[in-house]
């Protein structure tokens, strides 16, 4: 069966994403009420959401070696890597990791001349998925061949991993989930990515987490994303996820916004901003209990908040905020800005947990079963 080209390949993946792709998403982990999240695509230059890189320690930094800046200074306590990523910028801010995702195969359909067009062109045309009987198993497989290609070629340019999204229709299906990586994992072996460089981005629903906990035990290494609550971060440290990502930015907006949620306004009234809050707790808990996830936090909004979480694994900054970094000197004893590490192994073995936070992930998996008022 020969794919049709009446209208520009891209058109059909482009509007099979805009159609719905990502409604699925919309609440219901925890007894709190969790932030609203806006998962509408937009058309836009495409994103390289950073993810984790495989080195374990953070050093000085990849992105501007050499120089007396601020954006050293703080990377000599965390990774610092950039949030959003146009392609020309990779000179300027080479991210050493990135995540491919929906939004960034839709910004590639309205880029044409981007060095990844070839790769969605390739997978629109494959005649396997041409052939398939239904209009939605060949919009499948065109979106997981054009995803698996395009993160075949940001393997080729970034020495970290790459996070390859997971369709939120699915977060709710821990089996829907694991067959889902297992199909892109296979497809990903058929260009000859390796294992360890992949990561696969999961929302931390109670089935997403359930899925990160069975597939690291396979050794496929997993990436939680929308955690908004230490019960979801807690829960991902004990499934063993590989990367926690927190949106710290995101928390503050809610918080603005909205009042009853019994964590936010604990954070509030110790006058701590409830996304730093958050990182710092579910830091402090990893490290203390010896879990292996790495945390990252991601929506930093300002410089104020990367100095804040100095010391945590990884910090996604905006491009605005890494221009500042290196336009700024770093100046030994500034008083406006110290270069201190906030987060330490060390200070985390004294931080205190209430019996409440200890509760494990058997427990709070039958708490969801329960309903949320067990919880």
């Known amino acids: 069966?020969?794919?049709?080209?009446?209208?520009?390949?891209?058109?059909?993946l482009s509007a099979s994403i805009q159609k719905g792709r990502w409604k699925t998403l919309a609440a219901g982990f925890s007894a709190t009420p969790l932030p609203a999240v806006n998962f509408s695509i937009r058309r836009s230059i495409p994103r390289i959401l950073a993810s984790a890189s495989s080195s374990s320690s953070p050093s000085?930094?990849?992105?501007?070696?050499g120089e007396n800046n601020e954006l050293n200074a703080v990377s000599a306590f965390s990774e610092i890597v950039p949030d959003t990523v146009v392609f020309d910028d990779f000179e300027r801010f080479p991210p050493t990791a990135a995540t491919v995702?929906?939004?960034?195969?839709?910004?590639?359909?309205?880029?044409?001349?981007?060095?990844?067009?070839?790769?969605?062109?390739?997978?629109?045309a494959d005649s396997s998925c041409a052939g398939l009987e239904t209009t939605e198993s060949r919009l499948s497989c065109f979106f997981n061949k054009a995803i698996v290609n395009v993160g075949g070629d940001l393997?080729?340019?970034?020495?970290?991993?790459?996070?390859?999204?997971?369709?939120?229709?699915?977060?709710?299906?821990?089996?829907?989930?694991?067959?889902?990586?297992?199909?892109?994992?296979?497809?990903?072996n058929e260009i000859d990515v390796p294992h360890d460089?992949?990561?696969?981005?999961?929302?931390?629903?109670?089935?997403?987490?359930?899925?990160?906990?069975?597939?690291?035990?396979?050794?496929?290494?997993?990436?939680?994303?929308?955690v908004y609550s230490f019960a979801q971060a807690a829960?991902?440290?004990?499934a063993g996820a590989s990367v926690i990502?927190?949106?710290?930015?995101?928390?503050?907006?809610?918080?603005?916004?909205?009042?009853?949620?019994?964590?936010?306004?604990?954070?509030?009234?110790?006058?701590?901003d409830p996304g730093l809050a958050l990182v710092k707790r579910s830091y402090n808990y990893i490290h203390k209990y010896g879990y292996k996830s790495k945390l990252m936090a991601a929506a930093v909004r300002n410089k104020q908040d990367l100095f804040s979480l100095l010391g945590v694994d990884y910090v996604?900054?905006?491009?605005?905020?890494?221009?500042?970094?290196?336009?700024?000197?770093?100046?030994?004893?500034?008083?406006?800005?110290?270069?201190?590490?906030?987060?330490?192994?060390?200070?985390?073995?004294?931080?205190?947990?209430?019996?409440?936070?200890?509760?494990?992930?058997?427990?709070?998996?039958?708490?969801?079963?329960?309903?949320?008022?067990?919880?």
């Open 1 to 12: 069966m020969a794919l049709s080209l009446q209208s520009p390949p891209c058109a059909t």
């Open 60 to 65: 000085s930094s990849s992105l501007e070696a």
């Open 101 to 124: 995702s929906s939004s960034l195969l839709l910004g590639i359909c309205g880029l044409p001349d981007t060095i990844f067009r070839n790769a969605v062109d390739m997978a629109l």
């Open 155 to 188: 393997v080729k340019l970034v020495p970290g991993r790459v996070s390859t999204e997971v369709d939120a229709r699915l977060a709710y299906d821990t089996n829907g989930i694991i067959r889902k990586v297992h199909d892109l994992l296979r497809l990903y």
């Open 197 to 226: 460089r992949l990561l696969f981005k999961i929302p931390a629903t109670w089935q997403g987490i359930e899925a990160a906990r069975l597939l690291e035990s396979e050794g496929i290494q997993t990436h939680m994303t929308f």
């Open 235 to 238: 829960a991902a440290a004990q």
């Open 245 to 272: 990502q927190i949106f710290v930015g995101r928390l503050r907006d809610w918080a603005r916004n909205h009042s009853g949620d019994t964590e936010i306004e604990s954070a509030i009234k110790s006058g701590e």
């Open 316 to 375: 996604i900054a905006p491009l605005k905020v890494l221009q500042s970094l290196k336009d700024s000197p770093a100046i030994p004893g500034d008083e406006k800005y110290s270069f201190v590490r906030k987060l330490t192994p060390e200070t985390a073995t004294h931080y205190h947990f209430t019996n409440k936070e200890l509760i494990k992930w058997d427990q709070l998996s039958l708490a969801s079963a329960m309903g949320p008022a067990s919880v």
